[in-house]
């Protein structure tokens, strides 16, 4: 081959001199993406793992997760500001501590007696409290409901249970039926608390549950006592999980009954089978510690200092890093079985969005501009305790911080069927006069079909700030049939669209470290659910989550909804909701699913230690 052969035309040479560095800019922007994308990958595969146990408060899966978060941090050139050198923010979340528990001890009717074995036959359970009783009656009360109407049912009808244990059947007759009974039905009267507060009210002295036929039929597994150790509860009753065969044994021998017989004769004919064990009693002593620092948790915060007139102020990026660990009530599964659920997208996608905006500040250490402070918290699923705890114990002054940026179920990015764009909600781009235009022009180079909503308030960490009066961004993509189920797994979430977010939200960190002026707080009237769980219309109130006496405390109240309308304020406690007793934010939850749309509903309250009450038409 002669050297004639490889001559390049001048002309030639000259478009592919022009043409090389956008091709290799092209090139380099795509090993970007890829090395971006895979860093993505591997954090959230990791949090949402197994072994990370659903980051459950209270697991060992979750001390995993925050031990990763950190070094991540640390390797992305954060600075700890935590307590002692550390990344971690430690505080602790009310719940249940089991100290002490006997075995069950059954009498029967022959003069048999049955040691049952913690563990193997039964557990305590989560949301019982301490009690003692010897030789106690039992009494099977089916599925321990007292429905007054829509339909009329009762499982304590005809029985007396005063100062006797109950055996219920877990969930409710026909719960699989939805034609029979629908499914508001079910979450108001199949709930473990509704069933403990009704007990209490029929003067039980204990409750044990069983699982019903469906629950058995996949294995006749107990919860352990963790299961719902974080649940709120204020029942005074002892509880304890006990295997169904134990149930089928007793009313066999003590009055020739077949468990399984009377549970489809219920759910054929909605009449309830309850009758006294004759015969059987019960003994125990359990010792159940509720307390408001009963469980060990941690923010991981990790800081970057500003340089030049704006390094005394703040911005904060931030994303939950806790999820519900094997279900417990917070699960959506429709199973009643303990499983892992992984949290991907809720909030394994906004965690590992979080730590790659720290990789990418983190190499700046010149950077002019407003001190950046990433914090993962904790305790966001069971009612923001992360983000509530920081702002009541900041580590940079609040009156310095301008703004704050939250990431919270980014993964799951899907195209506008009429426009193809990806959807994206933003949230707060009221909180501040520029927000607005801020995200609008930003997004030209992005793409996305932004759903924006001016509210500050939702549940999620941005609120506990934007009730602090600091401008918020809260991204978003959507609810989906995964959340809070166990199906919510890292393959399936789209970390393509993830990285977008990540860029987006890089400029907009960009814009609020750097701008002249902080962001102007403006206070929102339109209002968000605020009430994680809640089923039915909204009251428009920010409940106190750090609260762990009776009744709930009311933290804030949003202008335009019900609450406010009627006068309800910030401190009030509220203690019954149609002369039915509010014991706990869970109680709250079921009796507001019982409310409808344009009812009338008679709140009593407590406000500055004196009773009164207070009508508020629902919306």
């Not at 992305?76 to 990344?87: D, K, M, N, V």
């Not at 094997?326 to 809720?346: F, R, T, V």
């Amino acid at each position: 081959m002669t050297a004639r052969r490889w001559l390049i035309p001048a002309r030639l040479l000259i478009v592919l001199i022009l043409a090389a560095p956008a091709l290799g800019a092209e090139r380099t922007d795509a090993a970007r993406i890829k090395a971006v994308e895979e860093r993505l990958r591997l954090d959230v595969t990791f949090l949402a793992s197994a072994e990370c146990e659903g980051r459950g408060p209270g697991t060992r899966g979750i001390d995993l997760a925050a031990d990763y978060i950190a070094n991540e941090f640390k390797k992305a050139g954060l600075r700890p500001a935590g307590e002692f050198g550390s990344y971690f923010q430690p505080f602790a979340i009310a719940g249940a501590v089991l100290e002490n528990c006997s075995p069950l001890v059954l009498h029967g009717p022959k003069g048999q007696t049955i040691e049952l074995k913690q563990g193997v036959h039964f557990h305590p359970f989560g949301l019982g409290s301490s009690g003692r009783v010897t030789a106690a009656p039992l009494v099977f009360a089916g599925h321990g409901i007292t429905s007054p109407k829509d339909p009329e049912y009762d499982d304590y009808r005809d029985l007396d249970v005063a100062g006797k244990v109950v055996v219920l059947l877990r969930d409710t007759p026909r719960a699989l039926s939805r034609q029979a009974v629908g499914g508001n039905w079910r979450r108001r009267y199949g709930a473990f608390t509704e069933k403990l507060r009704n007990a209490e009210e029929h003067q039980a002295a204990g409750v044990i549950f069983v699982n019903d036929w469906d629950t058995a039929q996949t294995g006749d597994d107990l919860l352990d006592f963790n299961f719902l150790a974080t649940a709120a509860s204020r029942s005074q009753l002892p509880a304890f999980h006990m295997s169904r065969g134990v149930l089928e044994e007793m009313l066999w021998s003590s009055r020739g009954l077949d468990l399984r017989a009377l549970e489809e004769d219920t759910d054929r004919t909605f009449t309830p089978h309850g009758v006294a064990l004759d015969g059987w009693t019960v003994s125990f002593d359990v010792k159940v510690r509720r307390a408001k620092d009963a469980i060990p948790v941690k923010n991981v915060v990790g800081v970057l200092e500003g340089k030049g007139r704006l390094a005394h102020e703040t911005v904060i990026i931030g994303a939950h890093y806790d999820h519900v660990g094997y279900g417990g009530q917070s699960s959506l599964s429709g199973s009643k079985k303990m499983a892992i659920h992984h949290g991907a997208d809720d909030n394994a996608s906004g965690t590992a969005t979080l730590i790659e905006l720290a990789r990418r500040f983190g190499p700046m250490p010149d950077r002019e501009g407003r001190r950046l402070v990433f914090i993962a918290f904790s305790g966001e699923e069971l009612g923001l305790f992360g983000s509530e705890h920081y702002c009541q114990n900041p580590l940079f002054p609040l009156d310095n911080t301008v703004a704050m940026v939250n990431l919270d179920m980014v993964g799951r990015l899907r195209p506008d069927p009429e426009t193809g764009k990806d959807v994206l909600q933003v949230h707060g781009v009221g909180t501040a006069k520029t927000f607005e235009a801020l995200i609008e022009a930003l997004n030209q180079k992005h793409g996305f079909k932004l759903q924006k909503h001016k509210s500050g308030f939702g549940p999620s960490d941005h609120a506990a700030f934007y009730a602090k009066k600091i401008p918020v961004f809260f991204f978003f993509t959507g609810d989906h049939p995964d959340y809070h189920r166990p199906t919510d797994t890292a393959d399936r979430l789209n970390i393509s669209g993830m990285r977008r977010i990540a860029d987006l939200t890089e400029d907009l960190i960009v814009q609020l470290a750097t701008a002249p002026e902080r962001p102007e707080y403006v206070r929102v009237t339109e209002g968000s659910r605020t009430t994680p769980g809640v089923q039915g219309p909204r009251l428009g109130i920010r409940p106190d989550y750090n609260d762990d006496k009776d009744g709930v405390l009311i933290g804030g109240v949003l202008d335009g909804l019900p609450a406010a309308k009627a006068g309800l304020k910030e401190g009030d406690r509220i203690v019954r909701i149609n002369g039915k007793e509010v014991k706990s934010l869970q109680n709250y939850m079921v009796l507001m699913g019982q409310q409808k749309r344009g009812d009338t509903i008679e709140l009593a309250i407590i406000r500055d230690g004196q009773p009164m009450t207070v009508k508020v038409k629902l919306d």
